[in-house]
């Protein structure tokens, strides 16, 4: 919310969030939105974010459309261009969309499949951040990137190999870009949430022959002591919030994690 002057934490500032229709990328670009950024809301389809750019409209604040799959580098590229040519600057990026993609054992994963969620999950991360750092560049500016707790805590998802792969590389991912962009102002962190009501089930392909390998690790209950409970968007967008604005200013490098503790009893 905006302070006694009008003012948002993040006020003047523009915003590329990628995954805007749904979940975490929605509330997030919501959020930013009603601490006074302008945002792109990028989606591979445009009428996914239609709803949320209205919800940020009528809220009065500023938001545009862009229609792209994040791992294809004409899209990125292009979207990219497109909020430039609307704001004239970018200073926050949301590199966030991503698919659970396919779930089952190592030897029955088809080769397309491991390259469908490396090429959204990390490629397109790296698409994300590549075509951005030319426009932050000018300013400084703020990159964060949704990894998971798995690949980076957790390994006991079975059949996510690709995800937890793709997940862990967009931690080491973020970490070089941390170094090599920090003399130029731009700071970049990851945030590695658990469990999170969002539609991301809609994006898992989960195949029979996942109980080939299961064991039993799971806690029958009890697995989200904070809460009880998964996480809801909203909250990971206070997170985005922070470490998007100047109250995170000598933070970078970093993989926070919001996930109730669920880590800690599942690693
Ligand atoms: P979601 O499915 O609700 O939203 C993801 C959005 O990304 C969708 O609108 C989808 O259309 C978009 N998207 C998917 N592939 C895309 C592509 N190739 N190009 C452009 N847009 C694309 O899921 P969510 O839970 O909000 O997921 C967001 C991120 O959070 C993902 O990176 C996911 O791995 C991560 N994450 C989610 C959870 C969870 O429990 N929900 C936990 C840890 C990490």
Avoid at 16 to 24: E, H, L, N, R
Avoid at 56 to 62: K, L, S, T, V
Avoid at 160 to 189: C, H, P
Wanted: a negative charge.
């Amino acid at each position: 919310m905006a302070d006694a002057n009008g003012q948002g934490r993040v006020q003047g500032k523009v915003a590329f969030v990628t995954g805007a229709g749904s979940g975490i990328g929605r509330a997030a670009a919501v959020r930013l939105a009603q601490e006074g950024a302008k945002v792109t809301l990028v989606d591979k389809k445009e009428d996914r974010v239609a709803e949320v750019q209205k919800q940020i409209e009528q809220a009065g604040g500023e938001a545009i459309p862009a229609e792209a799959d994040i791992s294809k580098p004409e899209d990125i590229e292009s979207a990219v261009r497109k909020t430039v040519d609307a704001w004239g600057r970018l200073d926050i990026v949301f590199a966030n969309a991503g698919i659970n993609g396919t779930l089952t054992p190592i030897e029955d994963m088809a080769p397309e499949d491991w390259s469908t969620t490396l090429d959204i999950n990390l490629k397109g991360t790296f698409l994300t951040v590549k075509y951005a750092v030319p426009e932050l560049k000018k300013n400084g500016g703020s990159i964060v990137i949704t990894s998971s707790i798995n690949g980076n805590r957790v390994f006991s998802n079975f059949g996510m190999s690709a995800y937890a792969t793709s997940k862990a590389g967009q931690v080491a991912f973020m970490q070089m870009a941390a170094l090599e962009l920090a003399q130029f102002g731009i700071r970049v962190n990851a945030i590695c949430p658990g469990a999170i009501s969002t539609k991301i089930d809609q994006n898992t392909e989960r195949k029979p022959e996942l109980k080939e390998i299961t064991i039993p690790v799971k806690f029958p209950e009890g697995d989200q002591p904070l809460e009880d409970g998964p996480g809801k968007p909203e909250q990971v967008a206070n997170l985005v919030l922070f470490l998007a604005s100047d109250e995170s200013s000598h933070i970078t490098g970093t993989p926070i994690y919001i996930d109730g503790a669920e880590s800690l009893i599942r690693g």
